[in-house]
């Protein structure tokens, strides 16, 4: 059935990095039943490849794209077997990411490092490689996964609020270079959702009763919560949208 309106993904093809679990298996679902074709990204192979078949079985397009994105050769090799299969990718969403929660004080370098490269230097070098072939055609999704730490600061968390608040800003310079070229960048803005990230948060009696209570919505997100905001920045319907990033938070930003 031809599906219709301005939120139809339907001949797209979508890459999702970190898509096997959590919030970027979420989205892409979101994505698939949409109409778009999915790429499934996840430096385990085994995952990714379960991960397809489950969205096959569900009557989804999806195939693997097993890769690590902290690794520029593997990003690289992985655009050119796109180029050489003929893929276009008209959807990028740059969802892989890392925790590490660890006071300052006794942060190891490379564990900062990590949590960088991993969480934004990897969008980047992704929405790159992405735009260069989405400028000739004039046509292009970027959504970047921001976080509250986009905006504010939590104590121990530093190496991901860094990154995070870099992801707000590389959307903005995406946008600054790529808007004249037909490509929307913007980003998406999580709240506390409830993801295996966040496992040890929510089992903390003490850190879910500051959720709840900080929350205006008084409950930590679900994942698919996310899905109505990633098919709008992916689809016709924010083809005006630009730069922007986009809080699903529950409210916990609009209030002190
Ligand atoms: C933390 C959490 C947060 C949330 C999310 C909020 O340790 O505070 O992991 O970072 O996951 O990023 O937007």
């Known amino acids: 059935m031809t599906k219709s309106g301005i939120f139809d993904l339907s001949g797209r093809t979508a890459l999702v990095t970190g898509s096997s679990r959590g919030l970027g298996r979420a989205m892409a679902e979101g994505l698939a039943n949409a109409g778009a074709r999915l790429l ?17 079985d569900n009557g989804h397009s999806a195939e693997a794209a097993a890769f690590d994105v902290t690794s520029e050769s593997s990003i690289l090799e992985a655009f050119s077997r796109f180029d050489a299969s003929g893929i276009e990718i008209d959807i990028v969403i740059n969802n892989a990411g890392i925790q590490f929660r660890k006071p300052m004080v006794e942060l190891e370098t490379a564990d900062w490092q990590r949590v960088i490269d991993t969480n934004l230097t990897s969008a980047f070098m992704i929405g790159r490689e992405a735009a260069k072939r989405m400028i000739p055609r004039g046509y292009g999704k970027i959504i970047n996964i ?55 948060l929510i089992d903390n009696p ?36 630009n730069g922007q990033i986009i809080y699903v938070d529950g409210g916990m930003l609009a209030v002190l």
């Not at 499934?40 to 096959?56: L, W, Y």
């Not at 600061?153 to 992801?167: F, L």
Request: net charge neutral; proline share 4%.
């Open 40 to 56: 499934i990204n996840g430096t385990d192979a085994s995952r990714v490849a379960q991960t397809v078949k489950e969205f096959s």
């Open 206 to 241: 003490e850190f879910d009763a500051w959720v709840k209570g900080r929350t205006p919505s008084r409950r930590w997100g679900r994942p698919e919560e996310l899905i109505g905001t990633a098919v709008f920045l992916a689809s016709s319907a924010s083809d005006y949208v």
């Open 146 to 200: 921001g976080s509250l730490t986009s905006e504010l600061a939590r104590a121990t968390v530093a190496p991901y609020t860094v990154a995070k608040g870099g992801v707000k800003m590389l959307t903005r310079a995406m946008a600054a270079e790529w808007a004249q070229h037909g490509i929307q960048s913007n980003a998406i803005g999580p709240g506390y959702m409830l993801t295996d990230m966040n496992q040890a």
